[in-house]
């Protein structure tokens, strides 16, 4: 059973970077063709992917955050990390990490959801 455990600060300020990490157990994060997304909740809104890692460390992001965002992965640890900069409130929100399996990968044709979600949290940006 492949288990996945977002964790980080809960509160970070405005322009400061938020930064998260994903613990994946069950299940290693390079093996073939599985992504790493991370997808985010603001309050009263749906789901918005920002980005995800690949098996090779292969990288894509959301347009929307393309500027701000980086993701990576720590092989020894078996973890997936993303960094936020210059956030401002609007980024606050419920985090989650999940995974792309093959054939269900976020934005292409045949995705038709992830498979293995964390249970996500919340970072509310505030001063």
């Known amino acids: 059973q492949v288990q996945l455990q977002e964790s980080g600060p809960g509160l970070v300020k405005p322009s400061q970077t938020l930064s998260l990490t994903c613990a994946v157990s069950g299940g290693s994060i390079s093996a073939y063709g599985y992504y790493w997304s991370w997808i985010r909740q603001p309050p009263g809104k749906g789901l918005e992917w920002m980005g995800h890692?690949?098996?090779?460390?292969?990288?894509y992001y959301s347009p929307l955050f393309k500027s701000r965002i980086a993701i990576s992965k720590d092989t020894s640890k078996n973890r997936i990390n993303l960094q936020l900069s210059s956030v401002t409130p609007e980024d606050s929100a419920v985090y989650y990490c999940?995974?792309?399996?093959?054939?269900?990968?976020?934005?292409?044709?045949?995705?038709?959801?992830?498979?293995?979600w964390g249970k996500g949290t919340l970072v509310t940006v505030s001063s």
């Open positions: 999940a995974r792309d399996p093959p054939g269900s990968i976020y934005g292409t044709s045949s995705y038709y959801g992830w498979d293995y």
């Open positions: 890692i690949t098996y090779s460390g292969r990288l």
